[in-house]
Protein backbone atom coordinates (compact mmCIF):
# COMPACT_ATOMS: atom_id res chain seq x y z
CA UNK A 1 0.00 0.00 0.00
CA UNK A 2 1.12 3.53 -1.10
CA UNK A 3 -0.24 6.58 1.19
CA UNK A 4 0.68 10.15 -0.13
CA UNK A 5 0.12 12.60 2.79
CA UNK A 6 0.33 16.52 1.99
CA UNK A 7 2.51 17.79 4.98
CA UNK A 8 4.11 20.41 6.83
CA UNK A 9 2.37 20.16 9.88
CA UNK A 10 2.92 18.65 13.43
CA UNK A 11 -0.27 16.76 12.79
CA UNK A 12 1.29 15.15 9.26
CA UNK A 13 4.52 13.99 11.33
CA UNK A 14 2.19 12.28 13.58
CA UNK A 15 0.26 10.59 11.22
CA UNK A 16 3.64 9.45 9.03
CA UNK A 17 4.88 8.30 12.58
CA UNK A 18 1.69 6.06 12.87
CA UNK A 19 1.25 4.78 9.89
CA UNK A 20 5.25 3.59 9.50
CA UNK A 21 4.67 2.31 13.08
CA UNK A 22 1.24 0.75 11.54
CA UNK A 23 1.45 -0.67 8.44
CA UNK A 24 2.54 -3.69 7.18
CA UNK A 25 5.93 -4.14 5.90
CA UNK A 26 6.72 -3.49 2.18
CA UNK A 27 3.99 -0.35 2.48
CA UNK A 28 4.98 2.98 1.54
CA UNK A 29 4.28 6.29 3.50
CA UNK A 30 5.35 9.57 1.46
CA UNK A 31 4.89 12.61 3.19
CA UNK A 32 5.67 15.74 0.73
CA UNK A 33 6.59 18.92 2.38
CA UNK A 34 6.39 22.60 0.33
CA UNK A 35 10.02 23.40 0.81
CA UNK A 36 9.04 27.12 2.21
CA UNK A 37 10.96 26.15 5.45
CA UNK A 38 14.57 26.21 5.61
CA UNK A 39 15.15 23.73 7.66
CA UNK A 40 11.88 20.98 8.75
CA UNK A 41 11.41 18.54 10.91
CA UNK A 42 11.59 15.50 8.47
CA UNK A 43 8.77 12.88 9.40
CA UNK A 44 9.71 9.35 9.46
CA UNK A 45 9.07 7.09 6.03
CA UNK A 46 10.22 8.99 2.28
CA UNK A 47 9.79 12.65 1.65
CA UNK A 48 9.24 14.71 -1.46
CA UNK A 49 10.21 18.42 -1.25
CA UNK A 50 8.56 20.95 -3.98
CA UNK A 51 5.57 21.06 -5.50
CA UNK A 52 3.50 18.94 -8.35
CA UNK A 53 2.99 21.31 -10.85
CA UNK A 54 -0.96 21.91 -10.14
CA UNK A 55 -3.98 19.68 -9.72
CA UNK A 56 -3.03 18.31 -12.74
CA UNK A 57 1.04 17.29 -11.87
CA UNK A 58 -0.37 15.99 -8.73
CA UNK A 59 -3.01 13.46 -10.15
CA UNK A 60 -0.08 12.44 -12.54
CA UNK A 61 2.24 11.70 -9.65
CA UNK A 62 -0.79 9.69 -7.87
CA UNK A 63 -0.92 7.37 -10.70
CA UNK A 64 2.36 7.06 -11.78
CA UNK A 65 3.67 5.91 -8.27
CA UNK A 66 0.64 3.78 -7.77
CA UNK A 67 -0.58 6.14 -4.69
CA UNK A 68 -3.40 4.33 -2.73
CA UNK A 69 -4.23 7.16 -0.48
CA UNK A 70 -4.36 10.83 -0.53
CA UNK A 71 -4.06 12.41 2.71
CA UNK A 72 -4.19 16.41 3.09
CA UNK A 73 -2.60 17.32 6.24
CA UNK A 74 -1.56 20.99 5.17
CA UNK A 75 -1.59 24.07 7.08
CA UNK A 76 -5.58 24.82 7.61
CA UNK A 77 -4.20 28.26 5.70
CA UNK A 78 -2.78 26.17 2.74
CA UNK A 79 -6.36 27.07 0.39
CA UNK A 80 -4.55 26.43 -3.32
CA UNK A 81 -2.88 22.53 -2.41
CA UNK A 82 -6.24 21.89 -0.44
CA UNK A 83 -8.32 22.33 -3.73
CA UNK A 84 -5.63 21.03 -6.26
CA UNK A 85 -5.55 17.86 -3.80
CA UNK A 86 -9.86 17.28 -3.83
CA UNK A 87 -8.77 17.80 -8.14
CA UNK A 88 -6.11 15.35 -8.71
CA UNK A 89 -7.65 12.70 -6.28
CA UNK A 90 -10.88 13.06 -8.10
CA UNK A 91 -9.04 12.92 -11.65
CA UNK A 92 -7.17 9.54 -10.32
CA UNK A 93 -9.65 7.74 -8.61
CA UNK A 94 -7.99 7.95 -5.44
CA UNK A 95 -9.73 8.25 -1.88
CA UNK A 96 -8.81 11.73 -0.10
CA UNK A 97 -9.25 12.50 3.22
CA UNK A 98 -8.28 16.24 4.91
CA UNK A 99 -6.92 16.01 8.34
CA UNK A 100 -7.50 19.37 9.58
CA UNK A 101 -7.00 20.30 13.48
CA UNK A 102 -10.33 21.96 14.92
CA UNK A 103 -10.48 25.74 15.10
CA UNK A 104 -10.01 27.80 18.10
CA UNK A 105 -12.93 29.20 19.77
CA UNK A 106 -13.45 32.18 22.18
CA UNK A 107 -13.84 31.53 25.70
CA UNK A 108 -15.12 34.02 28.73
CA UNK A 109 -12.81 36.68 29.21
CA UNK A 110 -11.61 36.72 25.39
CA UNK A 111 -12.05 39.93 23.36
CA UNK A 112 -11.58 38.23 19.31
CA UNK A 113 -12.06 40.40 16.52
CA UNK A 114 -12.80 38.30 13.86
CA UNK A 115 -11.55 39.16 10.27
CA UNK A 116 -11.70 37.51 6.35
CA UNK A 117 -7.96 38.43 5.50
CA UNK A 118 -4.88 39.55 6.57
CA UNK A 119 -5.87 43.09 4.96
CA UNK A 120 -8.75 42.72 7.06
CA UNK A 121 -6.76 42.27 10.21
CA UNK A 122 -4.19 45.45 8.92
CA UNK A 123 -7.52 47.73 8.79
CA UNK A 124 -8.46 46.77 12.25
CA UNK A 125 -5.28 47.43 14.02
CA UNK A 126 -4.74 51.02 14.24
CA UNK A 127 -7.94 51.33 16.51
CA UNK A 128 -7.40 48.28 19.00
CA UNK A 129 -3.77 49.10 19.72
CA UNK A 130 0.19 50.56 18.93
CA UNK A 131 2.26 47.81 19.54
CA UNK A 132 1.45 44.40 18.00
CA UNK A 133 2.12 40.73 18.46
CA UNK A 134 1.75 39.35 14.66
CA UNK A 135 2.15 36.04 14.81
CA UNK A 136 0.47 35.35 11.07
CA UNK A 137 4.30 33.95 9.75
CA UNK A 138 6.19 35.64 7.46
CA UNK A 139 4.39 35.49 4.59
CA UNK A 140 1.83 38.49 4.07
CA UNK A 141 3.88 40.79 6.04
CA UNK A 142 2.93 43.30 2.90
CA UNK A 143 -0.25 43.86 4.51
CA UNK A 144 0.85 45.51 7.17
CA UNK A 145 4.16 47.48 5.65
CA UNK A 146 1.84 51.06 5.11
CA UNK A 147 1.61 50.91 9.46
CA UNK A 148 3.74 53.38 10.24
CA UNK A 149 2.63 54.14 13.06
CA UNK A 150 2.11 50.63 15.17
CA UNK A 151 4.81 48.31 16.32
CA UNK A 152 5.31 44.87 15.77
CA UNK A 153 6.41 41.99 16.72
CA UNK A 154 6.93 39.32 14.28
CA UNK A 155 7.23 35.82 15.34
CA UNK A 156 8.11 32.86 12.56
CA UNK A 157 10.63 29.82 11.44
CA UNK A 158 12.52 32.19 9.10
CA UNK A 159 13.56 35.54 8.68
CA UNK A 160 10.79 37.28 6.47
CA UNK A 161 11.87 39.30 3.36
CA UNK A 162 10.57 43.03 2.49
CA UNK A 163 7.92 44.34 1.88
CA UNK A 164 7.68 44.17 5.94
CA UNK A 165 6.36 47.31 8.32
CA UNK A 166 9.16 49.21 8.77
CA UNK A 167 9.35 49.10 12.53
CA UNK A 168 9.52 45.44 12.79
CA UNK A 169 11.57 43.38 15.59
CA UNK A 170 11.45 39.97 14.09
CA UNK A 171 11.57 36.91 16.57
CA UNK A 172 12.77 33.31 15.04
CA UNK A 173 11.06 30.52 16.71
CA UNK A 174 9.31 27.62 16.20
CA UNK A 175 6.62 26.19 18.44
CA UNK A 176 5.39 24.79 20.43
CA UNK A 177 5.09 27.52 23.08
CA UNK A 178 4.85 27.50 26.74
CA UNK A 179 2.03 29.70 28.80
CA UNK A 180 4.28 31.40 30.49
CA UNK A 181 6.75 32.20 27.52
CA UNK A 182 3.79 34.11 25.84
CA UNK A 183 3.45 36.22 29.23
CA UNK A 184 6.65 37.17 29.49
CA UNK A 185 6.73 38.33 25.34
CA UNK A 186 3.40 40.41 25.91
CA UNK A 187 5.15 41.82 29.15
CA UNK A 188 8.69 42.68 28.27
CA UNK A 189 7.77 44.26 24.75
CA UNK A 190 4.74 46.06 26.10
CA UNK A 191 2.65 44.61 23.61
CA UNK A 192 -1.42 45.69 23.60
CA UNK A 193 -3.01 43.88 20.74
CA UNK A 194 -2.07 40.23 18.90
CA UNK A 195 -2.70 38.83 15.78
CA UNK A 196 -2.93 35.36 14.45
CA UNK A 197 -4.56 33.04 11.98
CA UNK A 198 -7.18 30.41 13.21
CA UNK A 199 -4.65 27.60 13.14
CA UNK A 200 -6.16 25.45 15.87
CA UNK A 201 -4.04 23.28 17.87
CA UNK A 202 -2.27 23.16 21.07
CA UNK A 203 1.12 24.21 19.84
CA UNK A 204 0.15 27.65 19.43
CA UNK A 205 -2.38 28.60 21.51
CA UNK A 206 -1.12 29.47 24.97
CA UNK A 207 -0.70 33.17 23.55
CA UNK A 208 -4.35 32.90 23.51
CA UNK A 209 -4.66 32.53 27.02
CA UNK A 210 -1.51 34.85 27.61
CA UNK A 211 -3.27 37.63 25.68
CA UNK A 212 -6.97 36.80 27.66
CA UNK A 213 -4.80 37.31 31.19
CA UNK A 214 -3.49 40.56 29.53
CA UNK A 215 -6.70 41.98 29.08
CA UNK A 216 -5.44 42.75 24.84
CA UNK A 217 -7.69 42.17 21.84
CA UNK A 218 -6.79 39.39 19.28
CA UNK A 219 -7.48 40.08 15.81
CA UNK A 220 -8.23 36.37 14.87
CA UNK A 221 -8.34 35.83 10.73
CA UNK A 222 -10.43 33.07 9.92
CA UNK A 223 -10.06 30.22 7.47
CA UNK A 224 -10.49 29.97 4.14
CA UNK A 225 -12.75 27.75 2.37
CA UNK A 226 -12.42 24.28 1.95
CA UNK A 227 -13.57 21.49 -1.11
CA UNK A 228 -17.09 20.41 -0.09
CA UNK A 229 -17.97 16.90 0.57
CA UNK A 230 -14.90 15.47 1.69
CA UNK A 231 -13.93 12.97 4.45
CA UNK A 232 -12.63 15.28 7.42
CA UNK A 233 -10.21 13.68 10.37
CA UNK A 234 -9.70 16.26 13.43
CA UNK A 235 -6.52 14.11 14.35
CA UNK A 236 -3.82 11.11 12.83
CA UNK A 237 -5.28 8.77 14.80
CA UNK A 238 -8.65 10.16 13.31
CA UNK A 239 -7.00 9.36 9.91
CA UNK A 240 -5.40 6.13 10.78
CA UNK A 241 -9.09 4.89 11.39
CA UNK A 242 -10.02 6.36 8.30
CA UNK A 243 -7.88 4.86 6.49
CA UNK A 244 -8.40 1.19 7.89
CA UNK A 245 -11.72 1.67 7.38
CA UNK A 246 -13.82 -1.30 5.21
CA UNK A 247 -16.20 1.50 3.23
CA UNK A 248 -14.13 2.18 0.77
CA UNK A 249 -11.92 -0.88 -0.09
CA UNK A 250 -9.32 -1.36 3.05
CA UNK A 251 -9.84 -4.93 4.91
CA UNK A 252 -7.74 -5.21 8.06
CA UNK A 253 -4.90 -8.21 7.97
CA UNK A 254 -1.87 -9.27 10.31
CA UNK A 255 0.73 -6.61 9.92
CA UNK A 256 3.66 -5.37 12.70
CA UNK A 257 1.35 -3.88 15.46
CA UNK A 258 -1.44 -6.74 14.85
CA UNK A 259 -3.25 -5.21 12.30
CA UNK A 260 -2.02 -4.07 8.81
CA UNK A 261 -3.73 -2.54 5.34
CA UNK A 262 -4.86 -4.07 1.98
CA UNK A 263 -7.01 -2.09 -0.94
CA UNK A 264 -9.24 -3.10 -4.53
CA UNK A 265 -9.68 -1.10 -6.83
CA UNK A 266 -12.92 -1.84 -6.63
CA UNK A 267 -13.63 1.16 -4.44
CA UNK A 268 -11.73 3.16 -6.12
CA UNK A 269 -8.36 3.13 -4.79
CA UNK A 270 -6.16 3.44 -8.05
CA UNK A 271 -4.45 0.65 -9.96
CA UNK A 272 -5.27 -2.73 -9.74
CA UNK A 273 -5.91 -4.72 -6.51
CA UNK A 274 -2.96 -4.99 -4.50
CA UNK A 275 -1.50 -6.68 -1.11
CA UNK A 276 0.90 -4.54 0.94
CA UNK A 277 2.45 -8.01 2.11
Known amino acids: MHVLILGGTTEARRLAELLVAELPAGSRVTSSLAGRVARPKLPPGEVRVGGFGGAEG????????????????????????????????????????????????????????????????????????????????????????GLDGLWFLMRSVDAPEP????????????????LEGERELIRRHRVDVLVTKDSGGAATAP????????????????????????????TPEEALAWLTDQSWGCLVDQGRSGRGVWCGASQGAGGPSSRSD
Open 58 to 145: LADWLRSHRVHALIDATHPFAGTITFNAAAAAAAAHVPLLMLRRPGWVPGAGDDWHPVGSLAEAAEALPALGRRVFLTTGRMGLAAFA
Open 163 to 178: PYPARMETLLDRGPFT
Open 207 to 234: KLTAAREAGIPVVVVRRPPVPEGGAVAG
